[in-house]
Nanobody
Framework: QVQLVESGGGLVQAGDSLRLSCAASGRTFVSSAMGWFRRAPGKVREFVAAISWSGGSTNYADSVKGRFTISRDNAKNTLYLEMNSLKPEDTAVYYC??????????????????WGQGTQVTVSS
């Protein structure tokens, strides 16, 4: 099991950047694939990005591709989401999550058994 705590959210203007962090505790972080999801007001939670345990493989939702970058530092037990060129439609609560396997073809929540509490990102126009 992995305990996850997100940070780095805030209020920014369109075009700005933010970096979210997800601090993990538990021995299984380094062997876990990780993902970022988000829930916008009035919408269901959606996939944002995922990364393999080694960091060597990543995949993104089309809506963030080219603007967001997922990365991890296994020595620090931390997952990151670098968000550039933010848009008002990126406003959401962002969650990190862990699962035992990486599958670039599966952007569902299936298999993600450990979740953080979320961090709010608000992008004003």
């Amino acid at each position: 099991q992995v305990q996850l705590v997100e940070s780095g959210g805030g209020l920014v203007q369109a075009g700005d950047s933010l970096r979210l962090s997800c601090a993990a505790s538990g021995r299984t972080f380094v062997s876990s694939a990780m993902g970022w999801f988000r829930r916008a007001p009035g919408k269901v939670r959606e996939f944002v990005a995922a990364i393999s345990w080694s960091g060597g493989s990543t995949n993104y939702a089309d809506s963030v591709k080219g603007r967001f970058t997922i990365s991890r530092d296994n020595a620090k037990n931390t997952l990151y989401l670098e968000m550039n060129s933010l848009k008002p439609e990126d406003t959401a609560v962002y969650y990190c999550a862990a699962r035992r396997y990486y599958d670039k073809n599966d952007s569902s929540e299936r298999g993600y058994g450990d979740w953080g509490q979320g961090t709010q990102v608000t992008v004003s126009s």
